[in-house]
């Protein structure tokens, strides 16, 4: 499983949305003198999203400490998922649409159905974004942080 700490922002109708805790990734040496700065290059179209919208299953309440938690592998098969599929199917489309005979028709013909292609990707991922079987092995779930005392009731 893959965890980070995330602190809980706002209730509300069920959901909570938390903000993680810790910079994620790398060494930890990013900014140091000698460090690669590898992680750099996630901030290269915008900073990274650092609050998530969440089920709360728990009865949370804003301030509480939390870990998010990621089954193993789910990032790997969402990326093969969208870029394979993509890819997968573009290649598909041009194949199919490149048969025509003559070569100005096979190339208007190729391009046409990578779109297409490109499109049935877009129309699939979109499907099974919204299915609750999919999404269920790639779902990131909330766990309270036994580390934060917060949240305890003295008796």
Known sequence: MIEAPA???RVEAGRAWVRLSEKQGGCGRCDEPGGCRSMRITDTFGSPNQVFTLD???GLH????VRITIP???PLRAALLS??????LMIIGAAVGG???ETARADLGAGLGMLCGLGLA?????LLARSRNWRGGLRMTLSRDLTDCSHAHLS
């Not at 877009?122 to 979109?126: A, H, L, P, S, T």
């Open 7 to 9: 602190e809980v922002l």
């Open 56 to 58: 709360d299953t728990l």
């Open 62 to 65: 804003p301030g509480e400490r």
């Open 72 to 74: 193993d592998g789910a």
């Open 83 to 88: 870029y394979g599929l993509a890819v997968v």
């Open 99 to 101: 048969l025509f005979p």
């Open 122 to 126: 877009v129309f699939i991922n979109r």
